[in-house]
């Protein structure tokens, strides 16, 4: 069974990377900007968490062939040269070398224990791998949202831009309303007040945007500089 959950998982880690083909085609195209899919790449090679996770699962896989290599036969090969000088009484010294060479091959007709060890690594990397396509699915997610949390917070610190901006010719427009007479003192209170809550409020989005960016370069590897925004006329459907 866990040889169909594999496949199953690869089957949609497809489905996961052809929707983030997708998501990566809906953003603009500004250049050297970094879009959906280089991040996804750039995650693959230098986020330590699924560095972690593929080196996890490469050791697994290793320990099938190392008990799959204990049932193979094993060779051995030795050698020797040795010189010899010979100085007989009637005749000429003389001398001569001589080689050995031997292989030794061996091979158990039967190991239970062997046999049993290593299709307990089969098992065991069967579930390794479904659980790595598992956790690539959850690495394109992971990538993902950290990629769309930018692109939200820089909206979101926009708007509030906008809205300070917009309450801060508010606030003068009052205030000279009131150096004419035609509005209380009160009425510029109130414009200041919002002023000060719209600030505060475009601070908070900054600092959520410096922690958005922070998530995704600790993803990627590296600042992420800037992001491919969406297409003014990408169309999100329910």
Do not use: C
Not at 65 to 92: C, D, H, R
Not at 113 to 132: N, Q
């Amino acid at each position: 069974y866990p040889r169909v959950i594999v496949h199953t998982h690869r089957y949609v880690v497809m489905r996961l990377l052809l929707a983030l083909a997708v998501l990566a085609s809906t953003v603009g195209s500004t250049a050297y900007a970094l879009d959906l899919e280089q991040a996804y790449q750039q995650a693959l090679k230098n986020d330590p968490q699924w560095a972690a996770t593929t080196n996890q699962y490469l050791a697994e896989k290793e320990k099938e062939q190392l008990s799959y290599g204990a049932l193979l036969p094993t060779v051995g090969f030795s050698g020797s040269v040795t010189y010899n000088k010979v100085e007989p009484e009637s005749i000429p010294n003389y001398d001569y070398t001589g080689r050995q060479l031997a292989i030794q091959a061996r091979q158990g007709l039967y190991r239970a224990d062997l046999w049993k060890a290593y299709e307990k690594a089969k098992i065991l990397t069967s579930v390794a791998e479904a659980d790595y396509r598992y956790k690539q699915q959850e690495q394109v997610l992971r990538v993902s949202e950290a990629y769309f949390n930018v692109l939200r917070a820089q909206e979101t610190l926009s708007s509030a831009k906008t809205e300070e901006a917009a309450l801060k010719r508010q606030l003068e427009q009052a205030q000279k309303r009131f150096d004419v007479g035609l509005i209380a003192k009160t009425d510029v209170f109130e414009a200041q007040a919002q002023l000060d809550a719209a600030v505060a409020a475009r601070i908070s989005q900054e600092v959520g945007l410096a922690s958005s960016q922070e998530a995704l370069a600790g993803i990627i590897g590296g600042d992420s500089g800037q992001l491919s925004t969406l297409r003014d006329d990408f169309v999100v459907t329910p």
